[in-house]
């Protein structure tokens, strides 16, 4: 069984920075797609970050040049950087990782339970 767990949230002055994590834990042979989304509140959950097992990655413009994408192989954790936080990054964020758990495993997608981030003064 896979287990994703997101941390790092938190409540931060606008314009400071939080680094989020996502790990996975459990049988895993190759994570292939790691992907951050957010959901403010009363609003559609919205893709803002991916990084492919290849090392390319790509921002929703909201986003870029403020946030990076980020992994450690060895834990399987996914980060994100996020500098100069404004109010309406204020989400939950969430990621989602497609992986293997087994060479002869199809991929799958699995999911945190998010994590707050507020941007206020």
């Known amino acids: 069984q896979v287990q994703v767990v997101e941390s790092g949230g938190g409540l931060v002055q606008p314009g400071g920075s939080l680094r989020l994590s996502c790990e996975a834990s459990?049988?895993?042979?190759?994570?292939?797609?790691m992907t951050w989304y957010r959901q403010a509140p009363g609003n559609e959950r919205k893709w803002i970050a991916t990084?492919?097992?290849?090392?390319?990655?790509d921002y929703a413009d909201s986003v870029k040049g403020r946030f990076t994408i980020s992994r450690d192989n060895a834990k399987n954790t996914v980060y994100l950087q996020m500098n100069n936080l404004r109010p309406e990054d204020t989400a939950v964020y969430y990621c989602?990782?497609?992986?293997?758990?087994?060479?002869?495993?199809?991929?799958?997608?699995?999911w945190g339970q998010g994590t707050q981030v507020t941007v206020s003064s």
């Open positions: 989602a990782l497609t992986l293997r758990q087994t060479a002869s495993h199809r991929r799958h997608e699995y």
């Open positions: 459990g049988s895993i042979f190759s994570l292939n797609i």
């Open positions: 990084l492919v097992s290849g090392g390319a990655s």
